[in-house]
């Protein structure tokens, strides 16, 4: 039972009037869960009680009894939203913890609450504990050690949805041993309690306490996870909940490929209500994915497809415009509808990009679209005038000029903007002098793309840079993936059968290694190296003049990762190389890991032979 009419209402008016509280905006848009908000049935819109003080108070006077105790429903909800309103004030600055407890009133109201713990329900028993927790009210306190004994006494007879409640606010507030307890014992029940899931709400909540839970019991979450999401005939799995589990997944950086399967296999081939088709659920999870390091090329052409159906630039902020553009380009998916809406968006004069934007589009484009020579006049007309140095930092400046040069349209005024001096400190923060045995990862890496820029100007523009930072050869490139050189030595081991007449691993001054050059003509003959001198795509070595029917070759081996999904082509890195390469002279043999069968011996120099005799057609 709650407290006697007249004391309570002075206290609730007193604090009410103070505070106005009653007016708080938006309780859904507060720090209790979405899970809770149907607990706040009796409140409007704003976080006002549908029914007042007053008319409370008007139905008790046509009942008038003094010794009548308060347990109608919505003043005890007006009580708690009260305590809840408190807090958010509390939380704002607009009333100090101090202030608040010398307040009679204020001791008047936790008096009615400690009172009444028993009366009220497991879900207003919660949420009341943690509006106290979040006015940082002593954990010593006698109410709130209060509120957490009845929270222990009730935990095994709490619903699983009220223990993931329960468990996702105090897992914050563990400074004291009743404290924890509380979040053992709410452990312990969730656990029991896993196969009473009911919905898709319940999964998302279990899986987003992640970072309080141990790994056997994730595990066991994620296999509830798995068993709903594959009751596809019986209960509907929105979409939303599928992209947040994937955000889940990322966020604690757990690739469970299951449950992965079960959300991209669930939205690639069952049926959703296209009104949950939501573009930034699409985007989040294409981004998950990304980052989980999962490629399903189905998932991508599905998901791709419904964007570019619901014209998804044209809603979408820019930073999830920005955050797919990156997915895609890590996952390799180099799919012309969504190039083409982003051209479309690009060339409307109307457009919002930000210069951040563009580099985004043109690194993007760079990486999977770099054989599109249509892109050079959007670029030029639509991109090159309205992005400036200034409006970008060192490092993404030097990827937008680097990414226009792998497209084949990079203005000459942009390759000298990073080849000077200046420049150059700012981007590798060090002098000019600094050895390249002591550069880190991302030094070299900047380094790399300057050679490439270099590259560019000296064999396409003709234009000789002479820039003393990046003159020099055998220049540091990057270690590839293992089953990259794995690949490499098995195709080496090959080459070496077939006669003295090769030279591996050559660096060029131009960012980029080649994997092994040899002279050869299509019935597989070779010449000495020795004799004819090895070029490695450097102007300045002297070579001999070659015979009739003979070519310069550049063997380069590829990975998986460096293969466009679903496409015979390259990432633009690559085409770069290979598109040097050929400026020079050199046939370029470019092997996949997937060209040569895993078989040994003869086999394998045969089919090698055949691809060499391949690349004279």
């Known amino acids: 039972?709650?407290?006697?009419?007249?004391?309570?209402?002075?206290?609730?008016?007193?604090?009410?009037?103070?505070?106005?509280?009653?007016?708080?905006?938006?309780?859904?848009?507060?720090?209790?869960?979405?899970?809770?908000?149907?607990?706040?049935?009796?409140?409007?819109?704003?976080?006002?009680?549908?029914?007042?003080?007053?008319?409370?108070?008007?139905?008790?006077?046509?009942?008038?009894?003094?010794n009548q105790f308060i347990s109608d429903r919505f003043f005890r909800k007006e009580v708690l939203q009260t305590v809840f309103s408190l807090s958010q004030n509390m939380v704002k600055g607009n009333r100090s913890l101090s202030e608040l407890i010398e307040s009679s009133d204020w001791q008047v109201l936790c008096q009615t609450i400690e009172d009444n713990v028993s009366h009220m329900k497991n879900r207003e028993l919660i949420n009341t504990l943690h509006s106290f927790l979040v006015m940082n009210i002593s954990a010593e306190d006698v109410l709130i050690q209060c509120l957490e004994n009845d929270i222990l006494w009730r935990a095994k007879h709490m619903t699983l949805k009220d223990l993931l409640v329960c468990l996702q606010y105090h897992v914050r507030y563990q400074t004291t041993d009743q404290q924890k307890r509380v979040v053992n014992e709410m452990i312990i029940n969730l656990v029991t309690k896993l196969d009473t899931a009911e919905d898709d709400d319940d999964i998302i909540q279990m899986l987003s306490l992640w970072q309080s839970l141990s790994p056997q019991i994730i595990e066991g979450m994620e296999s509830m996870a798995i068993e709903m999401i594959g009751r596809s005939n019986e209960r509907a799995f929105k979409l939303e909940s599928l992209s947040y589990i994937l955000v889940l997944l990322s966020q604690m950086n757990r690739r469970t490929k299951p449950l992965i399967d079960a959300v991209v296999n669930r939205f690639t081939y069952e049926s959703i209500d296209p009104i949950h088709y939501r573009e930034k659920y699409l985007i989040r999870m294409l981004s998950s994915l990304n980052q989980l390091n999962y490629v399903d090329i189905n998932f991508l052409k599905k998901t791709s497809d419904l964007l570019c159906n619901r014209k998804f630039l044209d809603v979408c902020a820019p930073s999830d415009r920005r955050d797919l553009l990156v997915a895609i380009s890590h996952s390799n998916w180099s799919y012309p509808r969504l190039l083409n809406e982003y051209i479309e968006k690009i060339t409307d004069t109307n457009n919002d990009f930000s210069p951040q934007d563009y580099l985004v589009f043109v690194s993007t484009a760079a990486r999977l679209h770099s054989r599109s020579n249509y892109l050079n006049e959007v670029l030029f007309n639509y991109v090159i005038p309205y992005v400036r140095r200034e409006d970008l930092d060192p490092h993404s400046w030097l990827l937008y000029v680097w990414s226009l040069s792998i497209l084949g349209c990079v203005p000459l005024i942009h390759v000298k903007s990073v080849m000077n001096h200046e420049f150059y400190n700012q981007l590798m923060n060090c002098n000019d002098s600094q050895s390249e045995d002591t550069l880190n990862y991302k030094q070299i890496i900047h380094k790399l793309k300057l050679l490439n820029i270099k590259g560019v100007a000296e064999l396409e523009m003709n234009e000789k840079i002479d820039f003393q930072p990046i003159v020099g050869k055998n220049h540091e490139t990057i270690k590839r993936e293992a089953t990259v050189e794995k690949f490499r030595k098995n195709v080496f081991k090959t080459l070496v059968t077939f006669g003295p007449n090769f030279e591996t691993n050559i660096s060029t001054p131009f960012g980029f290694s080649i994997d092994a050059e040899f002279i050869a003509n299509k019935d597989n003959e070779f010449l000495s190296l020795q004799e004819y001198g090895v070029l490695g795509a450097d102007p300045s070595n002297s070579v001999r003049d070659l015979p009739q029917g003979f070519q310069r070759c550049a063997l380069m081996c590829f990975g998986f990762k460096d293969s466009l999904l679903g496409e015979s082509g390259l990432i633009g890195t690559h085409e770069l190389s290979i598109r040097l390469l050929r400026r020079m002279g050199y046939n370029v043999i470019a092997i996949n890991q997937t060209s040569l069968p895993f078989v040994r011996g003869v086999q394998i120099n045969e089919r090698l032979k055949a691809i060499i005799n391949k690349s004279f057609d």
């Open 1 to 66: 039972m709650f407290l006697r009419l007249n004391p309570l209402k002075r206290c609730l008016n007193a604090l009410n009037c103070d505070l106005n509280v009653l007016s708080v905006k938006c309780i859904s848009n507060s720090v209790y869960s979405r899970g809770s908000d149907h607990l706040l049935d009796g409140f409007d819109g704003f976080g006002r009680p549908k029914t007042s003080t007053t008319d409370i108070c008007t139905d008790l006077k046509a009942n008038p009894n003094d």
